[in-house]
T-cell receptor
């Protein structure tokens, strides 16, 4: 019940296209859902985060869509650029726990 | 503002040895979390400290331990190293005042056990 399932494992998108990464969870106590971006040789960096009281959050080309009833959330990267090539992790946190639960990661490659 | 600093960046140890990794959080941050990152398992939570107290612990054996000092710097120790402990160990700091504050990660310590 503590798991966060992330798909796909890897994704190749053409420059200018839309990249979509999906995550699903079971624990209804989760109330904070961040997405992290990690470049090779670097630690993860927070990209965007959402709480379950909203269904969508947009920051620039990055959008999180959240479906509370389906217990799913997804990251959309619009107009994908080669500089977006990285590994993306979704995560979840419950208000009673100081532990981020991570998805397995998606390696995104944007082809020029 | 300096970021999260982890030392050393790379480490090679022999099975059975022990190792200590260090993490200096962002100035003013009182929460430090440790994660193990492996290609097959993603990021696995080890433990989290806030003001020198361990607030939460992941599902790792007792060979993995940590502590936090009064200046918020944290160390992680792994005793009796096994080949499977080879991984990137990441430290993250946050202000910790609420449960949803952003965590800032260091570049990690790459541990190789031979």
């Amino acid at each position: 019940q503590q798991q966060v399932k992330q798909s796909p494992q890897s994704l190749i998108v053409q420059k200018g296209g839309i990249s979509i990464i999906n995550c699903a969870y079971e624990n209804t106590a989760f109330d904070y859902f961040p997405w992290y971006q990690q470049f090779p040789g670097k630690g993860p960096a927070l990209l965007i985060a959402i709480r379950p009281d909203v269904s969508e959050k947009k920051e620039g080309r990055f959008t999180i869509s959240f479906n509370k009833s389906a217990k799913q959330f997804s990251l959309h990267i619009m107009d994908s650029q080669p500089g977006d090539s990285a590994t993306y992790f979704c995560a979840a946190l419950s208000g009673s726990n100081y532990q981020l639960i991570w998805g397995a990661g998606t390696k995104l490659i944007i082809k020029p | 503002k300096a970021g999260v600093t982890q030392t050393p960046r790379y480490l090679i140890k022999t099975r059975g040895q022990q190792v200590t990794l260090s993490c200096s959080p962002i100035s003013g941050h009182r929460s430090v979390s440790w994660y193990q990152q492996t290609p097959g398992q993603g990021l696995q939570f080890l433990f989290e400290y806030f003001s020198e107290t361990q607030r939460n612990k992941g599902n790792f054996p007792g060979r993995f331990s940590g502590r936090q000092f009064s200046n918020s710097r944290s160390e992680m120790n792994v005793s009796t190293l096994e080949l499977g402990d080879s991984a990137l160990y990441l430290c993250a700091s946050s202000s910790g005042h609420t449960l949803h504050t952003e965590a800032f990660f260091g570049q990690g310590t790459r541990l190789t056990v031979v």
